[in-house]
């Protein structure tokens, strides 16, 4: 855990922080308001007090009832690995802005996070499906979205294992969706 | 017009040979054209042609896109002017499985992600999930991680070396490198129980000791690796063919490399000796005694020949993994059932591709509520698209083959 | 139910067969002997008119029967070869060494269905192979194999040789338009230009022998380099040799200039939608073509059939068979199972499990095997064009495993290196040595 | 790259001539099989106990573990009575030919699950919600459901599985485990209009009791039963 980081973090990005920033192992966590994204990042790519220079990862979360995006991010003034959490999207229409700007190899992966959570990245040049077939019409890896199980059709087959995560199938569709934690 | 068939027009009895029931279509050309209006600029811009210029469908079966890749170019003459990898044709939906499935049967979607470094794959889920559940892996254990991931490194090496000469058109080396790669695998099938999808990481250490036949085998091809990994490069290394064709080929530079969130190999060989091994530690690499190889000229004759020298820093390490080998349990004590704390953890590691990573959320139930798999492959095919336009079509492999995506790991 | 209903009823299959074969065969015979008896005489004349015409039918034949097994053997060659650089067996499991697998491939080809692409140019997609073989097969007319043994001896036979060489580039670019698919486009067109730019060094650098021969007809160019090793023209054109091998190769499209067939890029190029037996005559002008440049650049820097040292040739041999008189035809009688009895005695009586029988099977085989080594033996020392041939196939094969082994080793060039080295290397080479060859001429002769 | 232009392409030509000549490495297969070594996975084997008799329980505790759904088993119950599976339905033995015969486009009459593919699963969802989907109070619904039907059909024993989300094998194990609860419609013992359906292998004990239940009935109640179903 880097103190430092912490300090350096709140000290800079004290206003538009939406939560504490937290550490775990070698992770620092800040969340901040979807429209801070290009400043926040920009912020912690060219000051020489950050440097995160290299954009590990670029991720979709959905939550149950809001959308995520997880940004990565590595330096060599910090031992830790930094995640900017994007918090509050719409599950409806969650819109963001996009990254390519700083780093044009971010471009796949929203294309991934759109496919997967329709997540609209504004500023990425080509936002389409990048995995499913262009038309589709769904986001697989949203909590709404259930695996498709023959199984539980057929009367030969077995039940899977997968549906104990499902709830009761009379159940209201909202009480469905797995939450995330609270953290 | 198509013309409809109607179901009595055909018998019932009819085979697939009857020209009624197969050639009853419209005559019909393939064009790689999309059959609806384009959706982002990007897309309106590559499928407009100009004046000289047509579209090449390459894939998803072609020899030489390493799977099931497929690439539209758009060429005029022999020179690509520009290309747009389709990919999806391997998607399996893993992270959605993996959050149908309990810890331990996540780490067995991995293997498939990357089959030619499956230890690899299996590395960060695993790092992660121990993270969530602040587990203590015994020195042993890493130490055996260690030992096996770098033996898979260099077999992913070897059979690197193997695909560029043959996208490069030599047939000998693949076979020659697979030879290599067989040892390897031999070897780890030794220690692990399979030949290719390993499936030997366990949450809190791995599936098994150390036992005779793996060290006897290990034993014997150390003996003779240096100078068999040697004498295979010797083909290729100083080949004028091979170094002409290779040399200057693909240049990507420092900053366009970290832009292109490129990591592993690829960005080393652009002059930045970025490796997560040292420069974010993990596991018991610090302990380890080695060098990061990188190169200036970022092309790739560069990609290939950093590849070569991590080989060697590969042997360095085995040889001290094999002599600083501590005694004690291979596995951490954990319950059969795993419930971690909700939370959430990121691992990263250096695989043979660049950085592999997991973010991985816990809801506090037996299952990972969200499981983010990165995997470099899907990253370094993205730049195919940057560097291949303004070079000819048989370059296109050999940037493609430098780059070495591995379809299974693009597609998830 | 007549006596033939019934006799015909008793007929085992293979009676039935005879039944109806032999009348009709002895029909036929009738028929061709009054026919023979009636215009034969004509026929004949006509054709002792005509030599040249059957002289050059006959040829031909050959020709194109004996590209069938050279084919056969360079793919056995090449499967073989490079299974051994690459540190595997290979073909081990039809025929001796797996040596009838070429054979087997051969038979696939023909068995497989033989479809054309939807869209395809129908004429010009079913004549392409056509030409591309028949241009490799009628190359190989004027190629002198032995002293006596060609085809055809033109005046002009290096001419007619480039010029053949030179069809192939339209059956290659036949096919890559009619395919109606862009890898076979791009790959006729890839030949077309490969193809097109490496003749002009191949016949550039040919022209120095010509000068030095002072003829264009091959067999006078490898007559004109008989006696040693050092009579060929190797030792005084090693420029033009190495331009010529060069150059030889892209016109072979072999590794490192395979770039029309560059399966890695252009998946087969023109062959692409190629199958079944029409697939097979690519496949088998290819290694026809591999033939063709081996024996060719033998012919013109090696000897051709020449041995590389001098050799008292030919042995003769002092028999005279007619000598003999009545005694040739007892000879003839008694001799064999003579020869059989004699040969299969010591089975008999050294192993007490062979009975008689098959000590004279055993020696039945023997005595062919002796008698069958008698004859080629006699051929070699008494005809020249035997041993010729062989020479000329000793030296033809070690080139085709030059062409295996290259391919076994090297990458492929880039399209762009293929043409830079053929107009900025090898031309200017090529002509270097015209430059020096008809200087060294001009200052010597004088 | 060397100093004199194609040193490194005749050095490379070398280099393969060498191994042209050197020993192989393929493994001659047929002949010569190949080594495997004594931890290798890759093969399924069921384990022996000492007297000779498979350890194997069929608790199928391995096949809900496998999360590639790659183990297919199969097994008969303790009463002898039914088979039971876990697994795609394409793998099974007795319907591999069915499924060939279904993807060749043919209907093709299921007769081993004729008999429970009808029902009306409305009153399992009732019972189900009255319990409040409680895996715990397993042997309620089960009575419950026992009550409702007569029986217990095994569309309803997959309904409260997929309700519960208690494992079809537990559910299966409690119900055979109890005798108050029943597999098969009583009635069916009486000799209902549904005659001897056929069964699988393991359904030969029903064909016996149909058989025994129908002689019964046409001896003692005259010849009231079809002609000729009972011979």
Redo the contacts between chains.
């Keep these: 855990m880097d103190r430092a980081l912490r300090r350096r973090l709140e000290a800079r990005f004290g206003k538009v922080l939406t939560g504490p920033v937290r550490q ?4 620092t ?1 800040i969340r901040i308001g979807a429209g801070d994204v290009p400043e926040v990042l920009l912020a912690l790519h060219d000051e020489p007090d950050f440097r995160f ?5 670029l ?1 979709g ?2 939550t149950g009832t809001s959308m995520q995006t ?1 940004y ?1 991010l ?1 330096s ?1 003034s910090s ?1 830790d ?1 930094l ?1 900017v959490i994007a918090d509050g999207l719409s599950r409806d229409d969650p819109r963001v802005p996009s990254v390519t700007f ?8 929203e294309r ?1 996070a759109y496919d ?1 959570f329709g997540i609209t990245f504004e500023g990425n ?11 589709y019409a769904s986001f ?2 949203r909590k709404d ?1 259930f ?1 498709a199980d023959d ?2 059709r ?12 499902h ?4 159940a209201e569709a909202g009480a469905r969706i ?6 | 017009m198509t013309t409809t068939r109607t179901p009595f027009d055909i018998p019932a009895h009819a085979s697939s040979d009857d020209p009624r029931v197969t050639l009853d279509e419209q005559l019909g050309v393939f064009e790689p054209i999309p059959p609806y209006p384009p959706r982002t600029e990007r897309e309106a811009e590559f499928y407009t042609l100009r004046d000289g210029e047509m579209f090449v469908n390459m894939g998803p079966q072609h020899p030489s896109t390493h799977g099931v890749l497929r690439v539209v170019l758009k060429i005029d003459g022999e020179k690509v002017v520009d290309l747009d990898p389709v990919l999806g044709y391997l998607h399996r939906g893993v992270e959605k499985l993996c959050e149908n499935a309990d810890y331990h049967q996540a780490i067995c979607y991995m293997d498939p992600l990357e089959y030619i470094s499956s230890l690899f794959c299996e590395w960060s889920p695993v790092m992660a999930f121990e993270k969530l559940l602040d587990v203590q892996v015994p020195r042993r254990a890493e130490y055996i991680r260690v030992l096996s991931g770098e033996l898979n490194r260099i077999a992913s090496h070897a059979l690197f070396m193997g695909w560029f000469a043959l996208d490069l058109g030599g047939l000998t080396p693949i076979l020659w490198s697979f030879i290599e790669r067989d040892e390897i695998v031999e070897m780890l099938a030794a220690l692990t129980g399979q030949r290719m999808l390993f499936n030997y990481f366990r949450i809190g250490g791995v599936n098994g000791d150390l036992n005779h036949e793996f060290m006897s085998r290990l034993g014997a091809w150390m003996s003779k690796a240096t100078a068999h990994i040697d004498s295979n490069q010797a083909l290729l290394n100083e080949n004028e063919i091979f170094v002409r064709r290779a040399r200057g080929l693909g240049v990507i530079d420092t900053a366009t490399a970290l832009q292109m969130c490129m990591t592993g190999p690829n960005l080393r060989a652009t002059g930045v000796p970025f490796d997560i091994r040292r420069a974010h530690p993990y596991s018991i690499y610090p302990e380890l005694d080695f060098d990061i190889p990188s190169r200036t000229e970022g092309d790739c004759l560069a990609r290939y020949l950093l590849r070569m020298d991590e080989v060697r820093q590969s042997l360095r390490i085995i040889d001290q993994c094999l002599h600083q080998m501590p005694d004690g349990p291979v596995m951490a004590k954990l319950p059969r059932l795993i419930r971690p704390r909700p939370g959430r953890a990121y691992a990263a590691i250096e695989g043979p591709r660049g950085q592999y990573a997991t973010y991985a959320i816990s809801d506090g139930t037996d299952q990972p509520y969200r499981m983010r798999i990165h995997d470099p492959s899907f990253i370094h095919l993205q730049s195919v698209g940057l560097l291949t336009p303004g070079n000819l079509i048989a370059d296109t492999m050999a940037i493609m083959a430098s780059l070495d995506p591995i379809m299974g790991g693009v597609d998830k | 139910m007549t006596v033939v209903g019934r006799t015909w009823d008793r007929l085992t299959i293979p009676g039935k067969i005879l039944a109806v074969v032999i009348p009709l065969g002895a029909a036929l015979t009738a028929g061709l002997a009054i026919l023979i008896a009636v215009v034969g005489g004509a026929v004949v004349q006509f054709l002792a008119d005509n030599l040249p015409l059957v002289r050059f039918v006959v040829a031909a034949t050959i020709v194109l029967l004996m590209t069938i097994p050279s084919a056969f053997l360079i793919i056995y060659m090449e499967m073989k070869v490079i299974a051994l650089m690459n540190l595997r067996y290979g073909p081990d499991r039809v025929g001796p060494f797996g040596s009838a697998l070429s054979v087997v491939h051969g038979l696939k080809v023909l068995m497989k269905e033989d479809f054309t692409p939807t869209g395809a140019d129908v004429p010009v997609f079913t004549m392409a192979p056509v030409v591309v073989y028949m241009s490799s097969v009628l190359s190989l007319l004027v190629l002198p194999f032995a002293p006596g043994l060609f085809g055809q001896d033109f005046n002009i036979g290096l001419l007619y040789f480039f010029a053949m060489g030179g069809l192939t580039v339209v059956g290659l670019l036949m096919a890559g338009w009619s395919s109606f698919n862009k890898y076979s486009l791009l790959g006729g067109l890839r030949s077309a230009a490969q193809i097109v730019s490496y003749e002009i060094p191949l016949t550039l650098s040919v022209v120095g022998v010509i000068l030095l021969a002072g003829t264009m007809s091959l067999n006078q160019i490898v007559l004109g380099q008989a006696g040693s090793l050092f009579d060929w023209y190797l030792w005084r054109q090693p420029l033009a040799f190495v331009v010529f091998f060069i150059a030889v190769t892209a016109e072979a499209n072999r590794t490192p200039f395979d770039l029309t067939e560059a399966d890695s890029e252009i998946v087969a190029g023109f062959a692409t939608e190629y199958s079944g037996m029409r697939f097979g005559f690519f496949f088998f002008a290819e290694y026809v073509n591999v033939f063709i440049a081996s024996g060719l650049t033998v012919a013109l820097f090696l000897g051709g059939w020449n041995a590389p040292f001098n050799w008292p040739w030919p042995v003769t041999v002092g028999l005279d068979p007619g000598g003999l008189g009545i005694g040739l035809l007892l000879l003839l009688a008694i001799g064999p199972p003579l020869a059989i009895v004699v040969l299969g005695l010591p089975f008999y009586l050294l192993n007490s499990r062979i009975r008689f029988w098959q000590a004279l099977v055993i020696g039945f085989v023997l005595f062919n095997v002796v008698a069958v080594g008698a004859v080629l033996g006699l051929a070699f020392l008494s005809f020249d064009w035997v041993v010729g041939l062989l020479w000329f196939m000793g030296k033809t094969y070690a080139f085709v495993f030059t062409f295996v082994w290259m391919r076994g080793t090297l990458p492929r060039v880039r399209i762009d290196q293929l043409m830079g080295f053929a107009w900025k290397w090898l031309l200017p080479a090529a002509l270097l040595n015209l430059f020096v060859t008809a200087l060294a001429i001009l200052v010597l002769k004088r | 790259m060397s100093l004199i232009p194609g040193l490194g392409i005749v050095r490379g030509m070398a280099l393969t001539l060498r191994r042209f000549f050197q020993p192989k490495v393929t493994h001659l297969y047929p002949e010569l099989p190949a080594e495997i070594s004594p931890k290798f996975r890759g093969r399924l084997q069921l384990l022996y106990d000492e007297h000779g008799t498979l350890k194997c329980e069929t608790c199928f505790q391995c096949a809900q573990a496998c999360p590639i759904e790659c183990i297919d088993m199969g097994g008969v119950d303790t009463k002898g009575r039914y088979a039971v599976h876990w697994g795609a339905s394409e793998t099974y033995g007795e319907r591999r030919e069915e499924s060939a015969l279904r993807r060749a486009g043919r209907t093709v009459p299921d007769v081993a699950y004729e008999h429970w593919s009808p029902i009306d699963l409305g009153p399992v969802d009732a019972i189900l919600h009255e319990a409040d989907h409680d895996p715990s109070r397993l042997l309620e619904i089960l009575g419950a459901t026992q009550a409702a039907y007569g029986y217990l059909p095994v569309a309803a024993l997959k309904r409260i599985s997929f309700g519960t989300g208690a494992w079809y094998a537990m559910i299966y194990g409690t119900a055979t485990y109890y005798d108050h609860l029943r597999f098969e419609p009583p009635a069916r013992l009486a000799g209902s209009d549904k005659a001897a359906t056929p069964a699988l292998g393991s359904g030969r004990q029903r064909l016996e009791v149909d058989y025994l239940a129908g002689l019964e009935q046409a001896i003692g109640s005259g010849s009231k039963g079809p002609a000729g179903r009972v011979r």
């Design positions: 775990r192992h070698d992770e966590e220079g290299l954009l590990s990862d991720a979360v959905d997880v990565h590595w060599d031992g690995w995640r700083l780093w044009k190899g971010a471009e796949w992966m991934e997967m040049r080509d936002l389409r499906r990048i995995y499913m077939p262009p038309d697989p890896l979205f695996l199984a539980s057929s009367p030969a087959g077995g039940v899977r294992h997968m549906e104990q995560t709830g009761p199938t009379n797995r939450q995330a934690p609270a953290s």
